[in-house]
């Protein structure tokens, strides 16, 4: 896929946007997908197009895609009127995210306040969870899962394929058992009647 190689004004933004939401059937607009930069890096962008659509609709849904790095810059956009977020991690554990994102300029305490200040701003909130058998479904990445959905009061877990060489994630990570994802989404359900998963944003009407 070809790349733009520009920063988009907000009119620009709004030429796209605004007539999905305004007309598009469960419409919903995402800001950033994980394979074209941090979107929080261009939080006053957002912030400006997010406010001038819904200056100019309540309807549709506004997301943001997003590795959590500058929770006070989510903070505004949900100010602004983002309705939900998706902050993507491998693990709930510190040592393993590290391990595996290799965090510059951010930690992995601010993600995890991301999702935090994201739910006491009101806004549907969800992780974007890389799945590998054999290390997610492990007892201690399961204990962490309950930990950290306890802590953020997490709406939706979106799991997904973690493509990755296995011999060189298990080396990276270390070598366990895992308890299979079947049984782990089963433990996870029981713990948290109310938990959604899924492979998609959701719109507001599925919120």
Request: hydrophobic fraction near 35%.
């Amino acid at each position: 896929m070809e790349r733009i190689k520009f920063v988009p004004t907000v009119d620009e933004v709004l030429g796209v946007a605004l007539s999905h939401l305004e007309e598009a059937e469960d419409a919903i607009v995402s800001f950033g997908q994980g394979c074209e930069g941090e979107p929080l890096m261009q939080w006053q962008l957002l912030q400006k197009s997010i406010r001038k659509l819904r200056e100019r609709t309540d309807r549709g849904t506004i997301n943001l895609n997003t590795n959590g790095s500058f929770p006070d810059r989510l903070t505004k956009l949900c100010d602004a009127g983002l309705d939900s977020v998706r902050i993507t991690l491998n693990s709930p554990h510190r040592e393993y995210y590290n391990r595996y994102h290799q965090p510059k300029g951010y930690t992995f305490g601010k993600v995890i306040k991301s999702l935090i200040k994201a739910k006491e701003k009101g806004i549907y909130t969800s992780i974007n969870l890389l799945v590998f058998p054999g290390f997610t479904d492990r007892k201690e990445e399961v204990k962490g899962l309950i930990k950290l959905i306890r802590k953020t009061n997490l709406d939706l877990i979106q799991m997904r394929n973690l493509n990755i060489d296995p011999d060189l994630y298990l080396k990276a990570m270390g070598r366990g058992k895992g308890m299979g994802i079947s049984k782990m989404v089963d433990i996870l359900k029981k713990e948290f009647p109310s938990l959604q998963f899924g492979y998609f944003n959701r719109t507001k009407e599925k919120f």
